[in-house]
């Protein structure tokens, strides 16, 4: 998981709040634990999506007290237009669902028109809410919404 989040993080600095910088910068212990309670929590999980035995996506959700958020969302640019991303996607709308979610929310940098229309192929909706990146303040992170 570490090597592939920090992938993701050097192809697009500008999708996520984390810095490749910072996220090299933890320790083994901090990943292994990231990994461990991805795996066993009930309120949040990480996935990675492989082709041909090597990591090529990843996307995870967690509740943030009866909120739930999809994170971490990337897939190798060598891959993309395969239907990965919508499988990462299924995978965590499942956890969610499954745990008893009706909604997930997600941030999409301006600019990212490919996730953007990723995310509104799969019915998530523009709720009109925007914040700072915090890696980048000069760009805007627009919330979407997803029933479910």
């Known amino acids: 998981m570490r090597d ?3 992938r993701a993080l ?3 600095p500008d999708a ?6 910072e996220a090299r910068q933890r320790p ?3 990943w292994i634990d990231w990994a461990r309670r991805s795996a066993e929590a009930e309120t949040q999980a990480m996935y ?5 035995g090597r990591a090529v996506g990843i996307a995870g959700a967690f509740d943030d007290n009866g909120t739930w958020h999809v994170i971490s969302m990337w897939v ?3 891959e993309r237009g395969r239907g990965i991303g919508r499988r990462l996607l299924d995978a965590v709308v ?3 669902s499954a745990r008893g979610a009706r909604e997930l929310i997600l941030g999409v940098t301006d600019g990212n028109v490919a996730a953007r229309a990723l995310y509104e192929r799969y019915g998530f909706v523009d709720d009109g809410g925007a914040e700072q ?3 980048n303040p000069s760009l805007m992170l627009r919330e979407m919404r997803l029933s479910i």
């Open 76 to 78: 190798d640019p060598a």
């Open 94 to 96: 499942a956890f969610a």
């Open 16 to 21: 996520f709040a984390t810095t490749h910088a």
């Open 48 to 52: 990675l999506a492989w082709l041909d």
């Open 133 to 135: 990146l915090r890696s």
């Open 10 to 12: 050097a192809d697009a």
């Open 4 to 6: 592939t989040r920090l």
């Open 28 to 30: 083994d212990a901090w």
